[in-house]
């Protein structure tokens, strides 16, 4: 069964600091990847996802994520952070094997002081 | 893009009554859609697969008699919620995928908030 872990699950930063949330997943196939965030009060956003081809995928809002086969890693980066990425973050995988179904991640929640 | 919609976005409800949302995929067809549920500050649990056509599937430890689903049509699935409890109280998320585009991802509704009073 493919699980999703997140390591850390609150992170606070200060603005124009950098960002790296950790993602590994368990599953032995082949995967796709996501992130998306979620903004207080509000519904799931895609942020990124990785399908194949080139291992760095950029996304919005600055964001960007590099998938680590042997790894099995898909780690979120931003360079500088801003007080408008507070948010928590989902990391999230699906596979067709396993009829597209997307599991997710505990979250992280990030705090970006102003 | 492929839009998903839920109905409605917030319900209250009594306890013992049951509540139905409604999951639709607004420009494409999918004979799979699935059911979340987030509660407060933790992350999207996995309920159910909807299968149009057919019984849905549920995840270990979901109670299918209490969260019914049917997928009467290729764009509208249903979760009800029978005889609420507070404990229930929860946000209810769904998505769908646009298989004949041959997408990898799920688009996910905005959910819908149930209170149970």
């Known amino acids: 069964a493919q699980s999703v872990s997140q390591h850390n699950h609150h992170v606070i930063l200060s603005e124009a600091a950098s960002l790296e949330l950790g993602c590994n997943y368990s599953?032995?196939?082949?995967?796709?990847l996501f992130w998306y965030v979620q903004y207080p009060g509000q519904h799931l956003q895609l942020l990124l996802k990785?399908?194949?081809?080139?291992?760095l995928v950029k996304g919005i809002k600055g964001f960007e994520a590099e998938f680590i086969k042997s790894k099995f890693s898909f780690n979120l980066r931003k360079p500088s952070v801003q007080w408008s990425d507070t948010a928590e973050y989902f990391c999230?995988?699906?596979?067709?094997?396993?009829?597209?179904?997307?599991?997710f991640g505990a979250g992280t929640r990030l705090f970006v002081k102003a | 893009g492929a839009v998903v919609s839920q109905h409605p976005s917030w319900v209250i409800c009594k306890s013992g009554t049951s509540v139905k949302i409604e999951c639709r995929s607004l420009?494409?067809?999918?004979?799979?859609m699935f059911w979340y549920r987030q509660f407060p500050k933790q992350s999207l649990m996995l309920m159910a697969t909807?299968?149009?056509?057919?019984?849905?599937?549920?995840e270990q430890g979901v109670e299918k008699d209490k969260f019914l689903i049917n997928h009467a049509s290729l764009t509208l699935s249903t979760l009800t919620v029978t005889s609420a409890h507070p404990e229930d109280s929860s946000f209810y998320i769904c998505?769908?995928?646009?298989?004949?585009?041959?997408?990898?991802?799920?688009?996910f509704g905005p959910g819908t908030r149930l209170t149970v009073t």
């Open positions: 998505s769908a995928r646009d298989e004949l585009a041959g997408a990898y991802e799920q688009y």
């Open positions: 599953y032995g196939g082949t995967v796709n």
């Open positions: 990785y399908f194949s081809g080139d291992p």
């Open positions: 999230a995988v699906n596979a067709r094997t396993g009829g597209f179904k997307t599991i």
């Open positions: 420009d494409f067809q999918a004979t799979t």
């Open positions: 909807s299968n149009e056509g057919s019984k849905a599937t549920y």
